[in-house]
T-cell receptor, first 116, second 112 residues
């Protein structure tokens, strides 16, 4: 199956700093990528949808100025958590799909963010 | 408003038994219903998926049953094994490539 990677797998940062998380599709071109957030023992909540070369679409309640998403190429999307605070500590997961209308989404392994 | 409901929240099954997880949805525009398996600290992995035009789909020990009129679907894991212990999420989307809406999840423990 298709492979999606995320980097870093874990990151610890101080409150007020910014953190960038990368999502890469390794063996296919991803026209669309999705970013999810998962708090402990909870479900995945969609944060935003990004299409290559265009602005991301954010879900209701997600601050677009705090969670910056860039999808500059067909294999890479980045999520930047700006001015991170302890409440932003979570498991961030991306998924990607190719341009084929029959393709499903493939999920990355996730990034554990801890803000001190 | 929870678009996809799931029960039970947790489930303990003996090895060799059948694990059953039930889900329900409201939005009739949903056209694709995947199930995901997630181990601690890992991303979710697609287990099996079904579309409303099929009432049942089986892949190995995993079977999805779908009731379109009731807007319900369920996952059956036959001959459950300790390695099946994980969190299972049912989900729904308008198409296989649209955003996925996840249910709240079921934590399955298979005991020897």
């Amino acid at each position: 199956g298709a492979v999606v990677s995320q980097h870093p797998s874990r990151v610890i940062c101080k409150s007020g700093t910014s953190v960038k998380i990368e999502c890469r599709s390794l063996d296919f071109q991803a026209t669309t990528m999705f970013w999810y957030r998962q708090f402990p023992k909870q479900s995945l909540m969609l944060m935003a949808t990004s299409n290559e070369g265009s602005k991301a679409t954010y879900e209701q309640g997600v601050e677009k100025d705090k969670f910056l998403i860039n999808h500059a190429s067909l294999t890479l999307s980045t999520l930047t958590v700006t001015s991170a605070h302890p409440e932003d500590s979570s498991f961030y997961i991306c998924s990607a799909r190719s341009g084929s209308t029959t393709d499903t989404q493939y999920f990355g392994p996730g990034t554990r963010l801890t803000v001190l | 408003q929870q678009q996809v409901k799931q029960s039970p929240q947790s489930l303990i099954v003996q090895k060799g038994g059948i694990s059953i997880i039930n889900c329900a949805y409201e939005n009739t525009a949903f056209d694709y219903f995947p199930w995901y398996q997630q181990f601690p600290g890992k991303g979710p992995a697609l287990l099996i998926a079904i579309r409303p035009d099929v009432s049942e789909k089986k892949e190995g020990r995993f079977t999805i049953s779908f009731n379109k009129s009731a807007k319900q679907f369920s996952l059956h894991i036959m001959d459950s094994q300790p390695g099946d212990s994980a969190t299972y999420f049912c989900a729904a989307s308008r198409t296989s490539y649209d955003k996925v809406i996840f249910g709240p999840g079921t934590s399955l423990s298979v005991i020897p």
